[in-house]
């Protein structure tokens, strides 16, 4: 199970105890949101996409949408979600507990710039109910992230 790798690499940081499960789904944004109790902005989502003959995963706040345009042209491919089968063969974890921590070797992880409004965000830890509370120096420690990117729809003022 994903949520075991997870487990290990936090039990590995002396974070094991600080992964929240819940006896409810935390599938999505909004399930994760009520289990925690908190915005639904706060929760760290993970979406995956396929680029070239691999899988990236963008972590974006909860209310974040993708541009396609900015997607474009950061990544030089259009914005192309696998399929909820392939999720778990490319990343490593399955649709509902996508998250960045213990991916599968190859995945590249990048943070959206619409988590830097937070000081904490809940990203899942590998499960359809789980959950970790992080600050962003945190998320950026534990999910191997390549870089800070731009790729999401700018917010209405």
């Known amino acids: ?3 075991e790798k997870v487990r290990d690499y936090f039990r590995r940081q002396g974070m094991e105890d ?12 909004e399930l ?8 639904p902005c706060r929760i760290a989502k993970s979406l995956a996409f396929k680029v070239g003959d691999g899988a990236v995963l963008v972590v974006a706040a909860g209310d974040a949408r993708i ?16 399929h909820g089968d392939e999720v778990e063969a490319l990343i490593g974890h399955a649709v ?11 995945v590249r992880v990048y943070l959206d ?3 830097k409004r937070f000081e904490t965000v ?9 959950a ?4 962003i120096p945190q998320l950026e420690e534990h999910s191997g992230y390549v870089a800070w990117i731009d790729v999401s729809k700018d917010k209405e003022a």
Request: charged share 15%; hydrophobic share 45%.
């Open 96 to 106: 509902g507990g996508v998250c960045p921590f213990a991916v599968n070797d190859g």
């Open 132 to 135: 970790i509370r992080l600050t």
């Open 113 to 115: 710039e619409s988590l």
């Open 67 to 82: 541009d396609n345009r900015k997607f474009k042209a950061f990544f030089g491919t259009k914005a192309a979600m696998p």
């Open 18 to 29: 600080q992964i929240l499960e819940f006896p409810v789904s935390s599938a999505t944004v």
């Open 32 to 39: 994760a949101a009520a289990a925690l109790g908190c915005e």
């Open 1 to 3: 199970m994903a949520i």
């Open 122 to 130: 809940y990203p899942a830890c590998g499960s359809a109910n789980s």
